[in-house]
């Protein structure tokens, strides 16, 4: 099936940093990538969509200046968190459009992110 | 503004048992609904798609039915192993293929041997 790619699978960082996550798709190219964050024991929560080659679209309480997407080829996403503080602390995860087949989303297998 | 959740929030039960899980969902006007499976600190692993249109998938042990027009779908595993614990989480896309997935909080399970 499908793969979505992460890198890095977890990070600690300083505070005031910035981290970057990647996100693959392995073996087919998407046009459309999202960006989850999930706290402990709570669901995923979207952040943003990113397509290919456009800006990605924030969803409301989202600093778009702190978590900065480039969608910049049609199988590789990033996710830049600037200026990390311990709040930013999270798991990540991202999931991809198969273009080819539309309804199929693909999840990455996260991120773990923890600032001191 | 949909909203999804999801009942229990955790189960526990001992192995062989069948099982079912709850999700419901406030706007009806739904795409499809999808079920995940997710392991402690992993991504997701889709289990099973509905699409608006159908009752039921199955899937080897997992069954998923929908009723679209009261809002709810269930899951259930039969003849439960401790191979499925982990978090399943429920997700419906409302408005076509292009739309975002909306997920419930999910329920976590533990099947013990």
């Known amino acids: 099936g499908a793969v979505v790619s992460q890198h890095p699978s977890w990070v600690i960082c300083k505070s005031g940093t910035s981290v970057k996550i990647e996100c693959r798709s392995l073996d087919f190219q998407a046009t459309t990538m999202f960006w989850y964050r999930q706290f402990p024991k709570q669901s995923l929560m979207l952040m943003a969509t990113?397509?290919?080659?456009?800006?990605?679209?924030?969803e409301q309480g989202v600093e778009k200046d702190k978590f900065l997407i480039n969608h910049a080829s049609l199988t590789l996403s990033t996710l830049t968190v600037t200026s990390a503080h311990p709040e930013d602390s999270s798991f990540y995860i991202c999931?991809?459009?198969?273009?080819?087949?539309?309804?199929?989303?693909?999840f990455g297998p996260g991120t773990r992110l923890l600032v001191l | 503004k949909q909203e999804v959740t999801q009942i229990p929030a955790a189960l526990s039960v001992p192995e062989g048992e069948n099982l079912v899980l709850n999700c419901s969902f406030t706007d009806s006007a739904i795409y499809n609904l999808q079920w995940f499976r997710q392991d402690p600190g992993k991504g997701l692993t889709s289990l099973l798609l509905?699409?608006?249109?159908?009752r039921e998938q199955t899937s080897g042990r997992l069954n998923a039915s929908l009723d679209k027009s009261s809002g709810r779908s269930t899951l259930y595993i039969a003849a439960s192993q401790p191979g499925d614990s982990a978090t399943y989480l429920c997700a419906v896309r409302r408005g076509g293929s292009g739309s975002r997935l909306t997920f419930g909080e999910g329920t976590q399970l533990t099947v013990n041997p």
């Open positions: 999931s991809a459009r198969d273009s080819g087949v539309k309804e199929t989303q693909y």
């Open positions: 509905i699409q608006s249109s159908q």
């Open positions: 990113s397509n290919e080659g456009s800006k990605a679209t924030y």
